[in-house]
Structure formats: C-alpha cells, structure tokens
C-alpha cells in the first residue's frame, strides 16, 4: 500500500535556525497536508497543497507541492522556541478520503 | 466551542473493562474520523464516517473495536474487552467531507487511553 516517508526523524536546531523537512510517496497524491502536534495535543493543519508545484505560505512556514506529485517539503524559516513538536504529512491514499499520515518530524529547538 | 471536542481526555481502566470514547465534530462537518496514536508513532487510521453512508471499517484493528454516528453529530468509539496493546491516544478528527480528498481534517485534542 501508500507509504509516506519523512525525513529527517528528528531534528535539534539552534532558535533562529532555518529548518527543512521533506516527505515522499510511494504513489502519486492529489493533495498533501502539513500538520504540527505538540505534546497532549491533537494536530493542527498548517498548509494546504492541492497542486502540482504550488508554493504555500504561512507566516513563516512555506511549504512546497513536488512537481512529481510524490513528495512535499516544508521549511520553517527563523525558527522559534514554539516551533518545537511534531511536524506530520498527510496525504489521502488512492485519491479518497483516507488520508495516510507520515512517522513524523521531532523538532527540538534550542534557545 | 468551535474545535472538535473529545472526552474524557484521559481514561485509565483494567485490562479487559469495556471503555468509550466520544467525539464532537465541528458543527456542520460531515465526514468524521477515529485515529489511533501509539506512543512515538504517526497516525492509524481506524474509521471514518461520511454523512449517512455506511462507515468504511477497514482500519479497526479487530472486532473488539466498534463506533457509532448518529447523523452528522456525536461520535462514540468503543473498545470491548480492553487489552494492555490498546494503551494509545484515540483521535477523532473532522472535516466538510463531501467524499472527496480535499477538504482537510481538523483534529480533537485526543482521549489518552491507558490499560493496567
């Protein structure tokens, strides 16, 4: 079946760093999601991607829409204390409602 | 509130006790879906409901594990005969499904599930 791979596992930054984290499929995917979940926490939608080479900005997350349509990269630029948890990708499998979830991205921020 | 909203937030109970979980969706969001996160782990996709067509189950991990939907309203998860393996955080997730793959999910806080 789909596979979402997203690397790195984890990542320990200094605060003010920019940080990159990329996910990939094993298929091709209409749409990819970026989530953030911190601890005794739900995750919560960052961005949206619904094209082939869309750009997407949040503050200061931009996340990246591969032309492939088999991967996704999400960059945090200046990053904060806050910044710290879990950053999932998400992508629904064979184009239906099921969204599949990446293994995720630890990110530690040192002050 | 406006969020999707879970109960209880944590539940410890003995092994094989009968647990249930509940989920309040987003007013108005019509697809409704159970995760299950074990410590350390992405997101298990367990079942999902969209309107009044019948669930896809295909994610439950055995027939201990049921749910319910009334409409388009409350959600409850119930797992029978709990075992130790069924310790995780239980989330419930909403969306304006309309059985596309478009419409993005939006997250409760979860129920932590322990099982002594």
């Known amino acids: 079946g789909q596979q979402l791979n997203q690397s790195p596992q984890s990542m320990f930054i200094q605060e003010g760093e920019d940080v990159s984290m990329n996910c990939t499929s094993s298929s091709i995917f209409n749409t990819w999601l970026w989530y953030k979940q911190e601890p005794g926490e739900g995750p919560v939608l960052l961005i949206a991607l619904y094209k082939a080479g869309e750009l997407t900005s949040n503050g200061r997350l931009t996340a990246q829409f591969g032309i492939t349509r088999k991967d996704s990269f999400l960059n945090i630029s200046a990053s904060i204390p806050s910044d710290v948890g879990i950053y999932f990708c998400?992508?629904?499998?064979?184009?239906?409602?099921?969204?599949?979830f990446g293994t995720g991205t630890r990110l530690k921020v040192l002050a | 509130g406006a969020g999707v909203s879970q109960s209880p937030s944590n539940k410890v109970t003995e092994k094989g006790k009968d647990v249930e979980l509940r989920c309040d969706p987003i007013?108005?969001?019509?697809?409704l879906y159970w995760y299950r996160q074990r410590l350390g782990q992405g997101l298990e996709f367990l079942i999902y409901?969209?309107?009044?067509?019948?669930?896809?189950k295909s994610g439950l991990p055995s027939d201990r594990f049921s749910a319910e939907r009334t409409g388009e309203s409350v959600s409850t998860l119930t797992i029978q005969r709990t075992q130790q393996e069924d310790s995780a955080v239980y989330l419930c997730?909403?969306?304006?499904?309309?059985?596309?793959?478009?419409?993005?999910?939006?997250f409760g806080d979860g129920t932590r599930l322990s099982i002594l």
């Open positions: 997730a909403s969306s304006k499904g309309t059985g596309t793959s478009n419409q993005p999910q939006h």
């Open positions: 998400a992508g629904p499998s064979g184009g239906t409602y099921k969204y599949i």
């Open positions: 007013s108005g969001h019509t697809a």
């Open positions: 409901f969209q309107g009044n067509s019948a669930p896809d």
